[in-house]
């Protein structure tokens, strides 16, 4: 019996890539059509790598440098929020609802369209923002009519203004009067605006847009912080009452503006009609609108499911 003796050959480090990494079926980079998630961990350590060092070389011109510096921040601020969404899905979701962008990796892999079909599905994008309800539309809100533009503008004023004070307004109230006027106190505008990292050219055209402005905490914010939310099919009349009192407000003469000359001249007012009655079938209108938002709302389907 003829004994084969082997002797263990020390590992050969390459300085390069090998063939030998490349070869197996299992390499993530270079395996047959891998999902992405298998495959994208791997893309973006390369990719953000290759950025960080083409930004870095000297030999290349400074805008290129600037543009691979800008690709290496898009990319890793990418890669950090895919972390987020995998090791903590319901905060991943949490914010997402509540903004209108949601960043994603665009690839030549196969599988990418899946992924970021799937994580857009996830995030509910904007289903709290208070533009959430432009996802539910066919249309755009500036291809929309102008009583669905009112509507929203409606939606987006009342909601913008409770998220940012609310349970103060009694109190702003109390100190400012609802309805009247008051002039800049001397000084408070150049405090603002010394607190703010502006150039001094913004600064100036800041200055010179409020020169003889004043400030105002509009009668219709009267007692707002009792609308009920959010905005669905049993508080439909609220905002629209709460919207009513808005356009007068603001903009008394509405139904003279471009906008609505359809109403002024197209409708059964051939022989004119009083500014109240053509307000009134305007008013009309925005509340249908609003009707036919809320009934989308009550349609949806629900959030996915954080798993």
Not at 143 to 158: D, E, G, K, L
Not at 213 to 224: A, K, N, Q, V
Request: charged share 25%.
């Amino acid at each position: 019996m003829t004994c084969i003796r082997t002797y263990r050959q020390p590992k050969t480090l390459s300085l390069v890539f090998s063939i030998s990494e490349e070869l197996p079926l299992h390499a993530r980079l270079g395996g047959p059509e891998p999902t992405f998630e298998k495959w994208v961990e791997d893309a973006l350590y390369f990719d953000i790598a290759t950025a960080a060092d083409e930004a870095e070389w000297e030999k290349l011109p400074a805008e290129e440098r600037q543009a691979w510096r800008l690709f290496h921040d898009a990319i890793e601020a990418t890669s950090n929020l895919l972390t987020l969404h995998k090791n903590d899905p319901k905060l991943f979701q949490k914010v997402a609802s509540q903004l209108s962008l949601l960043p994603c990796l665009m690839s030549w892999h196969p599988d990418a369209e899946r992924f970021n079909r799937r994580l857009f599905e996830f995030s509910t994008l904007g289903e709290q923002s208070m533009y959430g309800e432009l996802r539910h539309n066919a249309r755009h809100a500036v291809h929309q009519s102008w009583p669905v533009r009112y509507a929203y503008a409606i939606m987006a004023t009342i909601d913008l203004t409770l998220d940012t004070y609310e349970h103060r307004l009694p109190e702003w109230g109390e100190l400012y009067g609802f309805g009247i006027l008051h002039s800049f106190p001397p000084g408070e505008k150049e405090a603002a605006l010394a607190r703010m990292n502006l150039s001094a050219v913004t600064k100036q055209r800041i200055r010179q847009a409020t020169q003889g402005g004043y400030f105002i905490l509009p009668r219709w914010t009267e007692g707002l912080e009792k609308l009920r939310r959010p905005f669905n099919r049993d508080n439909v009349l609220d905002y629209w009452r709460k919207g009513k009192e808005m356009i007068r407000e603001e903009l008394p003469d509405f139904q003279d503006r471009p906008e609505w000359a359809d109403y002024r001249n197209k409708r059964t007012y051939q022989h004119g009609a009083k500014p109240g009655a053509i307000q009134n079938a305007i008013f009309e209108d925005i509340l249908m609108a609003l009707k036919t938002i809320a009934g989308a709302n009550h349609r949806r389907k629900s959030v996915p499911s954080v798993k």
